[in-house]
């Protein structure tokens, strides 16, 4: 059974970088499509990024697009998110989730598509 585990969050200043780990284990990342999602406070949760299986097709949400790459390196079975030039409004418990799909090379951003979910890693956008 996929676990995943969130880290990388913390405190950034608005325009700065920070990246996040979503580590897998008790199975292979290669085998699941990986997607980000975040829920501000009092904010409904929303997906903003997901990567597929293969590694080789990619979603973004016109918030973090350019922005907020998403990869994965096999070799340390984890989904990173690379968040540059973030803003206020980042501030969020951020979740990795993942989930099998149907084709090896999409992904979705719904959050019905994905079964094995982290428990969240707050990043907070201050001065």
């Known amino acids: 059974q996929l676990q995943v585990v969130e880290s990388g969050g913390g405190l950034v200043q608005p325009g700065g970088s920070l990246r996040l780990a979503c580590a897998g284990s008790?199975?292979?990342?290669?085998?699941?499509?990986v997607a980000w999602f975040r829920q501000a406070p009092g904010k409904e949760r929303e997906a903003f990024s997901c990567i597929s299986m293969s590694g080789e097709g990619s979603l973004y949400s016109n918030s973090v697009k350019g922005r907020f790459p998403i990869f994965k390196n096999n070799s340390d079975n984890t989904a990173y998110l690379q968040m540059n030039s973030v803003e206020n409004e980042a501030t969020a418990v951020y979740y990795c989730?993942?989930?099998?799909?149907?084709?090896?090379?999409?992904?979705?951003?719904?959050?019905?598509?994905?079964?094995?979910w982290g428990r969240g890693t707050q990043v907070t956008v201050s001065s």
């Open positions: 989730a993942a989930g099998q799909m149907i084709s090896y090379h999409i992904c979705r951003m719904g959050p019905y598509d994905y079964r094995h």
């Open positions: 008790g199975d292979t990342l290669d085998r699941y499509a």
